[in-house]
């Protein structure tokens, strides 16, 4: 209990799955919460339920990254934490993309992240006593190891961890007390499946294909994830920016099959 203490947290994509997640962990130690979704009646839902602040969002939205985060700023007085965990799957394979839905998975999953990166890094660079904080940007093991099945998100993830050591090494080589770091999540239990969840058949077959993924023979559990933004949210991480933390029951660690 008490590992971020004092600490005001701000998390995109909040209202369900790994976000979620990461709001309830968050407050259990301590911290002040913020959360920005599109899903407002998820959200305030949440909020109700959590004491954390909803703040309606879409991070494709520059001028909405800019409301929200001024929002936090004149609520607390600063803000030490911002999670860019808001992501959608993502085009299917290379001969079916469809340009208008590439568009849009590149404008969430990957200039949603800079937008949060560049607001909440300006943020933290007006943190009364100076620069200070760290930013949490949720990649996946698509980051690491293509998925053939869908072209889009594995590009989009594979930028946001280039994108986060960029970040990194801009503010630690500038003398700013702000970290980024990524962090590659293997298959876990989350909303995110549901649309391929439709039928028995359906389902089946995704829990083959994403369980082939994982040496450990499970999904991983939301709470899972969460302890690992936890880690990176406190002082524990003060020596770790721009590097990438993996938590996928193996799945990264072997050849499949072998
Ligand atoms: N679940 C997994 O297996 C897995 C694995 C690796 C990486 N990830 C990544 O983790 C992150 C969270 O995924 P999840 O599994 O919790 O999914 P989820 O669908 O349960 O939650 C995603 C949340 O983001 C919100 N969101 C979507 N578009 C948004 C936008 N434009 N602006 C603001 N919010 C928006 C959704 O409303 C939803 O609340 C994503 O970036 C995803 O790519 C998930």
């Known amino acids: 209990m008490g590992r971020l203490e004092g600490k005001i947290a701000f998390i995109s994509g909040g209202a369900s799955g790994l976000g979620e997640a990461m709001v309830r962990r968050f407050i259990e ?5 913020a959360f920005g979704d599109v899903d407002s009646a998820r959200g305030a839902q949440l909020a109700d339920e959590t004491g954390a602040r909803f703040l309606p969002l879409d991070v494709s939205q520059e001028e909405q990254w800019g409301v929200a985060i001024g929002s936090v700023e004149a609520a607390h007085g600063r803000l030490d934490v911002v999670v860019n965990n808001a992501g959608i799957l993502g085009t299917g394979p290379l001969e079916t993309i469809d340009l208008e839905r590439w568009n849009r998975l590149f404008a969430i999953n990957c200039t949603g992240v ?8 300006l943020a933290m660079q007006r943190n009364p006593g100076g620069a200070r904080g760290s930013i949490i940007n949720i990649s996946s093991n698509a980051a690491i190891l293509a998925t053939a099945a869908d072209c889009g998100y594995s590009a989009t993830k594979g930028a946001v961890m280039q994108m986060t050591k960029s970040i990194a090494v801009n503010f630690a080589r500038r003398g700013l007390a702000i970290r980024c770091n990524s962090i590659h999540p293997g298959p876990t239990d989350t909303p995110i499946f549901t649309p391929w969840r439709a039928t028995d058949e359906a389902n089946a077959a995704l829990d083959k294909a994403l369980l082939e993924m994982v040496p450990m023979g499970r999904l991983g559990k939301p709470r899972e994830i969460a302890n690992m933004a936890l880690y990176l949210a406190s002082d524990e991480s003060s ?14 660690s072997a050849l499949a099959g072998m």
Do not use: P, Y
Request: glycine share 30%.
């Open 239 to 252: 020596f770790s920016t721009g590097s990438q933390f993996v938590v996928d029951g193996g799945g990264t």
């Open 114 to 121: 800079m937008l949060g990166c560049k607001h909440g890094g």
């Open 29 to 33: 130690e301590g911290a002040t919460v």
